[in-house]
């Protein structure tokens, strides 16, 4: 059963580690993660994105692959089912869905309108018992066509919206999706330090975790950091497994080209991303 996200980051925050969102962008990275989730008995949460909602099918497929997974494979650590990056219509349509959590980016709009947004959003998610998550100041790079800057967020906005009733807040802190550049000047901790020093206990949440060194991610994690979301990197696991699959060969011997055989070296790499993850994250065996 989908739980929303709001327990599971609140004991991560007091115990001072992260759960890991990993997107899911089909039947093989749900299934992967699902199944990695359990084995290292830790929560977890699969980030769905509006435009891999679609290219699966819609919001309600989606809904429907997950539920049926957490039953047939028999899956009892805490899993949350959550929008990533939501426009204000497609937070509507995934609560409608049956998602667990949303995401609500507001961060492209004018302050007073992003509060006003989010504040709508908070009152219809906690009517269904969904947490929602907020941003302030958008995160660098570009996801499903949202482009930022990766400037850094605003303390003040970000105490702002924290007190509207949101459960969990994602701060641009000068990450960004997708790799990062040789000329990265790294997180700022400083300004994670002052938006943590406003927001008490509320969660935060780091975006773009693929390529951030591991220093970073622990030292971040010390200042209210409970969510880590990667993306970018199950990617680059996944299409390096599947290309040196079909460069040896392997797709030509045999049935070599079934696709649960073709597939197959993906989805042990995404495996093996979410575990190194998971482990660096300290979600293991916090379920």
């Known amino acids: 059963m989908l ?29 992967a993660i699902l199944l990695t989730a359990q084995e290292l008995n830790s929560p977890v949460i699969l980030g769905v994105s509006e435009g891999a909602g679609k290219y699966m099918g819609g ?17 009892t650590v805490p899993v949350a ?14 609560l409608e869905a049956g998602f667990s959590s949303i995401m609500f ?21 906690h009517a269904q018992g969904v947490s929602i998550e907020a941003e302030v100041g958008a995160i660098g790079g570009e996801e499903d066509g949202v482009i930022g800057m990766g400037e850094c967020a605003d303390p003040q906005e970000c105490k702002a919206i924290a007190d509207l009733g949101i459960d969990f807040l994602a701060a641009g802190i000068g990450n960004i999706h997708g790799k990062y550049p040789a000329n990265w000047k790294g997180l700022s901790f400083e300004t994670l330090d002052a ?7 509320m969660p935060l949440v780091l975006h773009g975790g693929t390529g951030i060194p591991a220093d970073m991610i622990k030292k971040a994690i010390t200042l209210g950091v409970a969510k880590i979301n990667v993306n970018t990197e199950c ?43 998971m482990e660096l994250f300290g979600s293991v065996d916090k379920a």
């Open 105 to 125: 980016d507001g961060s492209h709009y004018p302050i007073a309108e992003n509060v006003a947004k989010t504040t709508e959003l908070v009152a219809a998610a």
């Open 81 to 94: 089912l959550h929008l990533d990056h939501g426009t204000y219509e497609g937070c509507y349509k995934c």
């Open 195 to 201: 938006i943590q020093a406003l927001t008490g206990d």
């Open 59 to 75: 919001f309600d497929v989606v809904v429907g692959m997950v539920n049926g997974m957490l039953k047939d494979l028999k899956i």
């Open 3 to 31: 739980v929303s996200a709001t327990e599971m980051l609140q004991k991560a925050k007091a115990g001072h580690y992260a759960v890991g969102q990993f997107n899911i962008n089909n039947l093989e990275w749900t299934k």
């Open 235 to 277: 990617q680059l696991s996944f299409a390096a497994a599947t290309r040196k699959y079909v460069e040896e060969g392997k797709d030509l011997q045999g049935k070599g080209y079934d696709p649960r055989k073709l597939l197959a070296p993906g989805f042990e790499a995404i495996k093996a991303t979410v575990k190194e993850k």
